[in-house]
């Protein structure tokens, strides 16, 4: 049974299969949209914690050590991420050409 998770679209490298192949770029727009939202810390939290860089995940211990932070400002900024992309209206928004996420937009959600 193939993964059809959020992760599996943006962590799969090779996707013969045009239909998987636009759904990996609809994913990757709409992520970049989301963390655009995002303040620099909650984005780059985030993008360490899920190895969203270069697909390494990392532990609360090794970001707070990476910024020099301590590990509750890092969970603290990844919770506030988290809330972000979990929010409902992000859900359902779709992301137009320039990248953006309409219905939200300018608006700080969390």
Not at 29 to 39: E, N, S, Y
Request: charged fraction near 30%.
């Amino acid at each position: 049974m193939r993964s059809t998770s959020f992760c599996y679209g943006i962590k799969s490298g090779m996707n013969p299969d045009p239909v998987e192949s636009l759904y990996t770029r609809q994913v990757k727009k709409k992520l970049a949209a989301i963390l655009d939202l995002m303040d620099e810390m909650e984005r780059q939290v985030l993008q360490m914690r899920l190895g969203l860089i270069d697909g390494c995940e990392m532990t609360v211990e090794e970001v707070a050590a990476e910024l020099g932070k301590s590990p509750q400002q890092i969970r603290s900024w990844e919770e506030k991420a988290l809330r972000i992309m979990h929010h409902p209206e992000l859900a359902c928004s779709k992301v137009d050409r320039q990248g953006r996420l309409p219905s939200v937009n300018g608006s700080r959600l969390g």
